[in-house]
């Protein structure tokens, strides 16, 4: 077509796709997993819990290796397994001291369940801006959003890089918030030493099959505070029935549930956190070929890592901008595609754009909690109250899933390959797109 050799014409024009194979789904799992399930199998415990005050209330003897393992790994005082991250941050908002009505500023570029754990407390989530840099949180759109009904910030240190801690730890500081860390895609992250989830009051990581480690299911609570380790294990392990045996004087957001981990997934998280090390590393090495292979694209911005942090790399995030590619995004992400580079997005969630929050229709049908007395303002959802999280769905965003696929070097070379045949071959794609492929 047009007289292009070959191996420029696009795969998206009918040409030859750069990578022809299917990679393998990323897959931390190995020998030291199975048999550590097979000896819980074999011991027909699967779970130690029992949701009573009782020795048994704090788990089973995996829970305990796990959790103690968690402690000395993440250094934290106290480390808390949960049967999902989800579950993690509905005991942490309760464990604060969350009063219904309530206002607890987040980030809108997140996993919905960050946002939805505020509400499950009938307290109101705010969505403050994100910084186009790191997409976590702004501090100064945070401080924008305070109003008297602040109570905490839920901060997410999102595709594993942390917020900007010292910034947001200043603004708690100064308001009197109490502050949580979902760092679900971030574990072994850095900020100025420490690791991202352990600056918080409480902080945390998933351990769903997506992520860096994985158990199936599951998630770790991590704290310094021993009031807050305590409530968080009431929570988790049914605490209404708990406290009066145990003489608990704060029986607020006492509601339990059984949140509680198993044997099997946590003497899977034993080898897996082994491996942690290891896993982030390889993510780091894919990342830093990447940025090597693609700092030359114009148009193309790769992820930066601010000084003082390291970067976990769950996600590779990617900025085009189309007035220097002279290309739209949804395009090139087309093209891309086409070459088989897999695992590519071009959105992540502008939460306060779904449904619930637009409708504002959450509990039963009249608008609870919004429309109730609890709530003590209007609290604006509208499309433009987070420009830049809008502006980088809409226009900017290109996100590799660097934790979706198992890649050996020479793959990471087939997908700079990849980028650099469509960046070289811009032009084939600046005439009508469907003119050209007729
Ligand atoms: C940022 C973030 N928060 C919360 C969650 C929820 O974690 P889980 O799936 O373990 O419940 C996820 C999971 O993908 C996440 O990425």
Known sequence: MNGQPQNSQLALLGGKKTIKKEFARYNPLGLEEVEAAKKVVESGVLSGFLGRWHP???????????????????????????NSWTSGLVAAVGAIGIEPGDE????????????????????????????????????????????????????????????????????????????????????????????????????????????????????????????????????????????????VANISNMIG?????????????????????????????????????????????VPIVKPNCTHAYYVYTMKINSEITGVDRLTIHKALLAEG???????????????????????????FPWSSDICRRNVNYAKGICPVAEEMNDRYFLGFGICSFEYSDSDID??????????DNLIQLKQPFLERCT
């Open 341 to 367: 580079v897999t695992a590519l997005a071009i959105k992540y969630e502008n939460i306060h754009l779904l449904p619930m929050y637009q409708k504002k229709i959450a509990y039963g049908t009249k608008g």
């Open 104 to 247: 607890v500023i987040v980030s809108p570029w997140t996993m919905s369940a960050t946002a939805t754990a505020i509400l499950h407390w009938n307290a109101i989530p705010v969505f403050a801006d994100i910084e186009p840099e790191t997409f976590c949180l702004d501090p100064a759109s945070v401080e924008r959003n305070i109003t008297p009904y602040t109570k905490a910030i839920l901060s997410v240190d999102i595709a594993g890089h942390s917020a900007d801690m010292d910034a947001l730890l200043g603004i708690a500081k100064r308001h009197n918030l109490k502050i949580i860390s979902d760092t679900a895609q971030a574990p072994m992250a850095t900020y100025k030493g420490r690791y991202a989830g352990t600056l918080a009051d409480i902080g945390g990581f998933s351990l769903n099959y997506h992520k860096h480690i994985h158990t199936g299911e599951g998630g770790i609570l991590v704290t310094n505070d021993d009031e807050f380790a305590d409530r968080l294990r009431l929570i988790r392990n049914h605490a209404e029935v708990v406290v009066e045996e145990k003489g």
């Open 414 to 423: 087939l997908v700079i390959k990849a980028f650099h045949k469509v960046w």
């Open 257 to 301: 549930y059984n949140f509680r981990l198993g044997e099997i997934e946590c003497a899977i998280g034993i080898e897996q956190l082994k491996k942690l090390k290891t896993q982030v590393k390889s993510r780091q090495h894919i990342a830093q070929k990447l940025n090597k292979g693609l700092a030359d694209l114009k148009g193309l911005t």
């Open 56 to 82: 048994d209330f704090f788990g089973g003897p995996k829970v305990q290796e796990f959790e103690r393992m968690c402690e000395t790994y993440f250094g934290v005082k106290h480390a808390v397994t949960v």
